[in-house]
Nanobody, 124 residues
């Protein structure tokens, strides 16, 4: 049974930082590309950042470039998202997901596995 568990969300003031973590079990972690998505109230879920299985290539949505950093530790089956210079518009539920490739994560195929999400709230 695959489990994807996010943590690290919370309430932070604008300009602050948070680090999200995502621990995965029940699959061979380094066989999967990983990604972070988010969904704000009343909006569709959107891709935030993706990383290849080995961590060598990363992708970022334009709205987080230069502020967020995705990374992974395959020895710990854990994905991270470091979020700096947070803005109120970053407020959302953040989801971790695993997929066969980054193209699948961001494309029609979509992820194979999702976490339950962790809430990030940025106050102005």
């Amino acid at each position: 049974q695959v489990q994807v568990v996010e943590s690290g969300g919370g309430l932070v003031q604008a300009g602050g930082s948070l680090r999200l973590s995502c621990t995965v079990s029940g699959l061979t972690f380094d066989d999967y590309a990983m990604g972070w998505f988010r969904q704000a109230p009343g909006k569709e879920r959107e891709g935030v950042s993706y990383i290849t299985w080995g961590g060598g290539t990363t992708y970022y949505a334009d709205f987080v470039k230069g502020r967020f950093t995705i990374s992974r530790d395959n020895t710990k089956n854990t994905l991270y998202l470091r979020m700096n210079s947070l803005k109120p518009e970053d407020t959302a539920m953040y989801y971790c997901a695993a997929g066969t490739t980054v193209q699948a994560l961001g494309g029609v195929t979509g992820p194979d596995y999702w976490g339950q999400g962790t809430q990030v709230t940025v106050s102005s």
